[in-house]
C-alpha cells in the first residue's frame, strides 16, 4: 500500500458543481495533512491545512479529514474553470520526519 | 513576504557537465526540502535539511547527486556528470520545521541534452 494514495484522474466536473477530490493515508499517527494545487508547468502552491478530524472551510474550499478511517477530502463548491489543476496530497510521516506526497489527481472543470 | 526563490529558473547543459542549483528558503525556515519532479510525474523526494545537517539523504537517485546548506540558509543541489535521464524539475521547499507546511519555490528547469 502507498503511504499516501490518490486516484490519479482525471476528474471531469462541470462549472459549478462540487469538485469532491480524496485521500487516503497509512501511518495513523499523521496529525496534520495539506493539500496542494499544481497548475501545469508550475510548483506546487499550498491550499489548506487541516489537522483535526471534522471539516474545515476556506472560501470555496473545505477540507475533510477522518483519522479513524485514515481518509482526507477535499471539496470545491462552484467549481471554476480556473480550478483545473493537479491536486496534491500530503501526510507527514513521523517515523521518518519528512512530509509524503501523494502522486495526485488531475481535475478538469468543463465549461 | 519573500518566498522561496529559485535559480537558475532554466538549465541546459551538455551530458556529463556538472550542475549547481540554488534555493534561498523563506527567511527563519529551519527545514529546506529538494525535490524531483519529472514531466508528467508525481513529486520525487530527494533530501531534507533541518538546519545545516541533512538528516535524510534517502531519496538522492545516486552518487552524482549532492547537496549543501550553509548558514541556514542558502542550499546548493550539484549534480556531477549530469545525465538525460536527470532532465526534469528541481523544485525546492522550505517550511518552520519538521512535518510543517511546505512552501515551494518556482523550480529550475534542467534539461541535458
Known amino acids: 500500500q502507498k503511504e499516501v494514495e490518490q486516484n490519479s484522474g482525471p476528474l471531469s466536473v462541470p462549472e459549478g458543481a462540487i469538485a469532491s477530490l480524496n485521500c487516503t493515508y497509512s501511518d495513523r499517527g499523521s496529525q496534520s495533512f495539506f493539500w496542494y494545487r499544481q497548475y501545469s508547468g508550475k510548483s506546487p502552491e499550498l491550499i489548506m491545512s487541516i489537522y483535526s478530524n471534522g471539516d474545515k472551510e476556506d472560501g470555496r474550499f473545505t477540507a475533510q479529514l477522518n483519522k479513524a478511517s485514515q481518509y482526507v477530502s477535499l471539496l470545491i463548491r462552484d467549481s471554476q474553470p480556473s480550478d483545473s489543476a493537479t491536486y496534491l496530497c500530503?501526510?507527514?510521516?513521523?517515523?521518518?520526519?519528512?512530509?509524503?506526497f501523494g502522486s495526485g489527481t488531475r481535475l478538469s472543470i468543463r465549461p | 513576504g519573500a518566498g522561496v526563490s529559485q535559480s537558475p529558473s532554466n538549465k541546459v547543459t551538455e551530458k556529463g557537465k556538472d550542475v549547481e542549483l540554488r534555493c534561498d528558503p523563506i527567511?527563519?525556515?529551519?527545514?529546506l526540502y529538494w525535490y524531483r519532479q519529472r514531466l508528467g510525474q508525481g513529486l520525487e523526494f530527494l533530501i531534507y535539511f533541518q538546519g545545516n545537517s541533512a538528516p535524510d539523504k534517502s531519496g538522492l537517485p545516486s552518487d552524482r547527486f549532492s547537496a549543501e546548506r550553509t548558514g541556514e540558509s542558502v542550499s546548493t543541489l550539484t549534480i556531477q556528470r549530469t545525465q538525460q535521464e536527470d532532465s526534469a524539475v528541481y523544485l525546492c521547499a522550505s517550511s518552520l520545521g519538521d512535518l510543517r507546511e511546505q512552501y515551494f519555490g518556482p523550480g529550475t528547469r534542467l534539461t541535458v541534452t
Open positions: 500530503a501526510a507527514p510521516y513521523s517515523s521518518a520526519s519528512k512530509i509524503i
Open positions: 527567511s527563519g525556515h529551519t527545514a
